[in-house]
């Protein structure tokens, strides 16, 4: 990504013009534009900045195209984001992803998100962790946690 040269089309057509050029582009490359690319389009500024570190952090990668969609779904997956599944899924399908390996990538994150609630709760239950309901309520409350 040559920054200068955006930064000079910027200069040129300003950030309402490249915003829309983004879109466009985005709808070209992947059939459809997200709804959170849209609501920040709405300020130009955010939309041009989010997608240039997005840029930056795809183009300067040592992985593939297909594995870095895969990943994307992965996380989604994990943060029980569906609408970021259903994107990124249609994005790593277009990258050559078959079936096969979504759903591989969507057991391995349940598995991780399953995994990071019992290695929290288990900590909360044998007192290595602080109880945030018992914290929040305060000293004198009676504590209801296996903390004690």
Avoid: W
Avoid at 90 to 100: I, S
Avoid at 113 to 123: G, I, K
Avoid at 142 to 147: I, L, Y
């Amino acid at each position: 990504m040559n920054f200068e040269k955006v930064f000079a089309k910027i200069g040129e057509r300003g950030t309402d013009a490249i915003a829309e050029e983004l879109l466009r582009d985005i709808k070209t490359e992947y059939g459809r534009v997200p709804l959170i690319f849209e609501r920040m389009a709405e300020r130009p500024e955010i939309l041009i900045s989010h997608l240039l570190y997005k840029g930056a952090v795809v183009e300067t990668s040592q992985l593939e195209p297909k594995m870095i969609e895969l990943i994307s779904l992965a996380v989604g997956a994990a943060l029980k984001c569906s609408h970021c599944v259903e994107y990124h899924m249609q994005a790593a399908t277009a990258k050559g992803a078959t079936r096969a390996e979504i759903l591989e990538v969507i057991l391995i994150a349940g598995l991780l998100a399953n995994s990071a609630v019992l290695a929290d709760a288990y900590r909360v239950v044998n007192g290595s962790e602080p109880c945030p309901s018992c914290d929040l309520n305060g000293p004198d409350f009676e504590k209801t946690c296996f903390n004690d």
